[in-house]
Protein backbone atom coordinates (compact mmCIF):
# COMPACT_ATOMS: atom_id res chain seq x y z
CA UNK A 1 0.00 0.00 0.00
CA UNK A 2 1.35 3.73 0.04
CA UNK A 3 3.38 4.72 2.58
CA UNK A 4 3.33 8.05 4.72
CA UNK A 5 1.58 10.86 3.41
CA UNK A 6 2.41 14.43 4.25
CA UNK A 7 1.07 17.50 3.41
CA UNK A 8 1.99 20.51 2.19
CA UNK A 9 5.47 19.44 1.50
CA UNK A 10 6.37 23.25 1.15
CA UNK A 11 4.28 25.60 3.59
CA UNK A 12 5.95 29.85 3.94
CA UNK A 13 4.15 31.73 6.26
CA UNK A 14 4.40 34.86 8.01
CA UNK A 15 6.29 35.44 11.55
CA UNK A 16 2.98 35.39 13.64
CA UNK A 17 0.44 32.89 11.73
CA UNK A 18 -0.17 29.42 12.58
CA UNK A 19 0.24 26.39 10.84
CA UNK A 20 -1.09 23.06 10.65
CA UNK A 21 0.79 20.24 9.34
CA UNK A 22 -0.48 17.10 8.44
CA UNK A 23 0.73 13.67 8.53
CA UNK A 24 -1.24 10.41 6.90
CA UNK A 25 0.38 7.27 8.64
CA UNK A 26 0.60 4.00 6.85
CA UNK A 27 -2.64 1.61 7.47
CA UNK A 28 -2.61 -0.07 10.16
CA UNK A 29 0.20 1.67 11.77
CA UNK A 30 -0.22 1.90 15.19
CA UNK A 31 2.41 4.37 16.66
CA UNK A 32 3.10 7.52 14.95
CA UNK A 33 5.78 10.00 15.64
CA UNK A 34 6.99 13.64 14.47
CA UNK A 35 10.52 14.73 14.26
CA UNK A 36 12.34 17.70 13.15
CA UNK A 37 15.60 18.42 11.19
CA UNK A 38 16.54 22.05 10.96
CA UNK A 39 19.35 22.70 7.80
CA UNK A 40 22.31 20.26 8.19
CA UNK A 41 20.83 19.01 12.01
CA UNK A 42 19.91 15.44 12.81
CA UNK A 43 16.58 14.88 13.63
CA UNK A 44 14.89 16.08 17.01
CA UNK A 45 12.45 14.20 18.52
CA UNK A 46 8.75 16.18 18.75
CA UNK A 47 5.77 13.90 20.03
CA UNK A 48 5.22 10.63 20.05
CA UNK A 49 1.22 8.96 19.70
CA UNK A 50 0.24 5.13 20.51
CA UNK A 51 -3.14 5.44 18.62
CA UNK A 52 -4.59 8.55 19.73
CA UNK A 53 -2.93 9.07 23.06
CA UNK A 54 0.16 10.81 23.09
CA UNK A 55 2.70 9.12 25.93
CA UNK A 56 5.64 11.34 25.14
CA UNK A 57 5.29 15.11 24.43
CA UNK A 58 8.60 15.79 25.93
CA UNK A 59 9.69 16.85 22.74
CA UNK A 60 7.62 19.84 22.02
CA UNK A 61 9.65 23.13 22.17
CA UNK A 62 7.34 25.12 23.77
CA UNK A 63 3.25 25.54 24.37
CA UNK A 64 2.96 26.68 20.64
CA UNK A 65 3.43 23.55 19.41
CA UNK A 66 0.46 21.31 20.10
CA UNK A 67 -0.52 18.09 18.04
CA UNK A 68 -3.54 15.34 17.57
CA UNK A 69 -4.38 12.47 16.56
CA UNK A 70 -7.68 11.23 15.25
CA UNK A 71 -9.35 7.97 14.67
CA UNK A 72 -5.88 6.68 15.64
CA UNK A 73 -5.09 7.55 11.80
CA UNK A 74 -4.38 10.99 10.43
CA UNK A 75 -2.11 13.34 12.81
CA UNK A 76 -2.01 16.92 12.87
CA UNK A 77 1.06 19.29 14.19
CA UNK A 78 0.22 23.04 15.01
CA UNK A 79 2.22 25.28 15.49
CA UNK A 80 0.85 28.81 16.63
CA UNK A 81 2.08 32.34 16.79
CA UNK A 82 5.10 30.89 14.45
CA UNK A 83 8.44 31.97 14.82
CA UNK A 84 11.72 32.03 12.53
CA UNK A 85 13.55 29.44 14.58
CA UNK A 86 10.97 27.34 13.53
CA UNK A 87 11.99 26.96 10.28
CA UNK A 88 12.58 23.50 9.95
CA UNK A 89 11.41 20.36 7.71
CA UNK A 90 8.74 18.47 9.95
CA UNK A 91 9.21 14.30 8.98
CA UNK A 92 6.39 12.15 10.40
CA UNK A 93 7.17 8.28 10.50
CA UNK A 94 4.64 5.58 11.64
CA UNK A 95 5.10 2.14 12.82
CA UNK A 96 3.24 -1.01 13.17
CA UNK A 97 3.45 -2.21 16.64
CA UNK A 98 3.72 0.37 19.99
CA UNK A 99 5.78 -2.13 21.74
CA UNK A 100 7.45 -3.71 18.80
CA UNK A 101 7.82 -7.36 18.00
CA UNK A 102 9.47 -10.48 20.19
CA UNK A 103 12.32 -9.87 18.07
CA UNK A 104 12.53 -6.19 19.38
CA UNK A 105 11.74 -2.83 17.89
CA UNK A 106 9.63 -2.11 15.18
CA UNK A 107 11.62 0.47 12.45
CA UNK A 108 10.11 3.75 11.63
CA UNK A 109 9.05 4.44 8.46
CA UNK A 110 8.89 7.85 7.37
CA UNK A 111 7.37 10.42 4.57
CA UNK A 112 9.09 13.17 3.06
CA UNK A 113 8.47 15.77 5.48
CA UNK A 114 7.16 19.69 5.56
CA UNK A 115 9.10 22.17 4.32
CA UNK A 116 8.34 25.34 6.61
CA UNK A 117 9.40 28.37 5.91
CA UNK A 118 8.49 31.50 8.53
CA UNK A 119 9.81 34.29 7.15
CA UNK B 1 19.98 10.07 28.47
CA UNK B 2 20.52 8.07 25.90
CA UNK B 3 23.13 8.95 23.51
CA UNK B 4 24.05 7.94 19.75
CA UNK B 5 27.09 10.08 17.81
CA UNK B 6 28.29 9.36 13.84
CA UNK B 7 30.96 9.83 12.90
CA UNK B 8 32.47 11.02 10.58
CA UNK B 9 30.48 14.11 10.23
CA UNK B 10 31.22 13.54 6.20
CA UNK B 11 33.02 11.19 4.40
CA UNK B 12 34.27 11.71 0.60
CA UNK B 13 35.26 7.98 -1.52
CA UNK B 14 36.23 7.68 -4.92
CA UNK B 15 34.17 4.97 -6.61
CA UNK B 16 35.61 1.55 -5.59
CA UNK B 17 37.00 2.79 -2.45
CA UNK B 18 35.85 0.84 0.69
CA UNK B 19 34.76 2.12 3.63
CA UNK B 20 32.97 1.96 7.31
CA UNK B 21 30.81 4.29 9.18
CA UNK B 22 30.58 4.87 12.61
CA UNK B 23 27.37 4.80 15.11
CA UNK B 24 28.29 4.68 18.42
CA UNK B 25 25.99 4.69 21.73
CA UNK B 26 24.86 4.84 25.10
CA UNK B 27 21.33 3.97 26.58
CA UNK B 28 19.94 1.37 29.42
CA UNK B 29 18.73 -1.30 27.34
CA UNK B 30 18.66 -1.39 23.49
CA UNK B 31 15.27 -2.99 21.73
CA UNK B 32 16.90 -2.32 18.25
CA UNK B 33 19.68 -0.30 16.58
CA UNK B 34 18.42 0.92 12.91
CA UNK B 35 20.47 2.14 9.62
CA UNK B 36 18.60 4.50 7.47
CA UNK B 37 19.61 6.71 4.06
CA UNK B 38 18.25 10.11 3.31
CA UNK B 39 18.20 11.86 -0.02
CA UNK B 40 17.78 15.37 -0.15
CA UNK B 41 14.29 16.57 0.10
CA UNK B 42 13.35 13.22 1.00
CA UNK B 43 12.68 11.60 4.43
CA UNK B 44 14.90 8.97 6.13
CA UNK B 45 14.49 5.57 4.11
CA UNK B 46 14.68 2.40 6.45
CA UNK B 47 18.16 0.09 5.33
CA UNK B 48 18.56 -2.23 8.05
CA UNK B 49 17.76 -3.43 11.89
CA UNK B 50 20.08 -4.71 14.12
CA UNK B 51 19.41 -6.66 17.60
CA UNK B 52 22.07 -8.11 19.21
CA UNK B 53 25.58 -8.00 19.37
CA UNK B 54 27.07 -10.38 17.01
CA UNK B 55 24.24 -9.40 14.71
CA UNK B 56 25.27 -8.28 10.96
CA UNK B 57 22.58 -7.46 8.20
CA UNK B 58 23.40 -7.01 4.11
CA UNK B 59 22.25 -5.40 1.28
CA UNK B 60 23.51 -4.82 -1.59
CA UNK B 61 27.44 -3.08 -1.26
CA UNK B 62 26.04 -2.07 2.51
CA UNK B 63 26.75 -4.49 5.56
CA UNK B 64 25.97 -3.23 9.10
CA UNK B 65 27.18 -4.97 11.82
CA UNK B 66 26.78 -4.37 15.90
CA UNK B 67 28.98 -4.76 19.10
CA UNK B 68 28.03 -3.42 22.40
CA UNK B 69 28.98 -0.29 22.45
CA UNK B 70 28.77 0.32 18.20
CA UNK B 71 27.61 -0.31 14.92
CA UNK B 72 29.18 0.12 11.69
CA UNK B 73 27.80 0.28 8.03
CA UNK B 74 30.49 -0.97 6.05
CA UNK B 75 30.33 0.09 2.37
CA UNK B 76 32.17 -1.84 -0.40
CA UNK B 77 32.87 -0.75 -3.62
CA UNK B 78 30.62 2.22 -3.54
CA UNK B 79 28.79 4.03 -6.30
CA UNK B 80 28.09 7.62 -7.12
CA UNK B 81 24.64 5.98 -6.43
CA UNK B 82 25.51 5.32 -2.84
CA UNK B 83 25.67 8.83 -2.10
CA UNK B 84 23.53 10.00 0.76
CA UNK B 85 23.62 10.89 4.67
CA UNK B 86 23.35 7.90 6.46
CA UNK B 87 21.40 7.66 9.78
CA UNK B 88 22.20 5.36 12.72
CA UNK B 89 19.41 5.56 15.30
CA UNK B 90 18.26 3.05 18.89
CA UNK B 91 15.34 2.05 19.88
CA UNK B 92 15.13 1.47 24.09
CA UNK B 93 13.77 -1.24 25.90
CA UNK B 94 11.48 1.58 27.91
CA UNK B 95 7.83 1.71 28.35
CA UNK B 96 7.22 2.70 24.49
CA UNK B 97 9.17 2.76 21.57
CA UNK B 98 11.06 5.79 21.55
CA UNK B 99 13.66 6.16 18.78
CA UNK B 100 16.62 8.63 18.89
CA UNK B 101 18.81 9.37 15.70
CA UNK B 102 22.22 10.53 15.33
CA UNK B 103 22.94 13.48 13.35
CA UNK B 104 24.43 11.26 10.56
CA UNK B 105 26.92 10.88 8.06
CA UNK B 106 26.80 12.84 4.75
CA UNK B 107 28.64 10.60 2.07
CA UNK B 108 29.83 11.60 -1.34
CA UNK B 109 31.11 9.56 -3.86
CA UNK B 110 33.25 10.60 -6.57
CA UNK B 111 33.08 8.88 -10.09
Partial sequence: ?119 | EDQVTQSPEALRLQEGESSSLNCSYTVSGLRGLFWYRQDPGKGPEFLFTLYSAGEEKEKERLKATLTKKESFLHITAPKPEDSATYLCAVQVKRGYQKVTFGTGTKLQVIP
Avoid: M
Fill in chain 1, 1 to 119: GAGVSQSPSNKVTEKGKDVELRCDPISGHTALYWYRQSLGQGLEFLIYFQGNSAPDKSGLPSDRFSAERTGGSVSTLTIQRTQQEDSAVYLCASSPRGGGTNLGGSPLHFGNGTRLTVT
